[in-house]
């Protein structure tokens, strides 16, 4: 995973991309830093990629922060896993509650971040839907449907 914060774009100036992330996430001399722009949340995205990545991959919750905003609901949960980290977008009406990655290599922990993140912000998901983006095991989609109003793929 690489290391990403969101700033939001009044206080943003690319001259201090490396400082500002280097403020909340342990850079190594080698790391490159870059940035994307986030009208939708009058934010930027400042992450870093190892130098010998040589693709110009995004961190997965660049997708995540894209497509929130098209979800229609006033609660906006949008969640992708990969093998080490659960990432989680969750917004409410325009505002953007939580862009974060939290390390779960198994359901049970991607399961209690979810939950955590809903209870932090006082979200209900009894009138949430979750929309999960990539590959999901098969039992965190069950379990996700005992406990939200709807789950869908993306």
Known sequence: MVG??????????SEDAYRILS??????DTDIVQHIEL?????????ARQRDNKSPSEPPITELLRFAPSIS???RLVAALDSNYLYIVLAEGEKLLLANAYPAADI????????????????????????FH???????????FKHFRSVEFV
């Open 134 to 144: 990539g590959e999901i095991p098969s039992a965190l989609t069950e379990e996700m």
């Open 73 to 75: 609901a006033h609660n």
């Open 39 to 47: 009208p939708d949340y009058k934010a930027v995205l400042v992450y």
């Open 108 to 131: 049970v922990t991607a399961q209690y971040f979810i939950f955590a993140a809903l209870r932090e912000f006082q979200i209900n998901p009894r009138v949430t839907t979750i929309h």
């Open 4 to 13: 990403f914060t969101l700033v939001p774009s009044e206080f943003f100036s």
């Open 23 to 28: 403020e909340v996430v342990p850079l190594k």
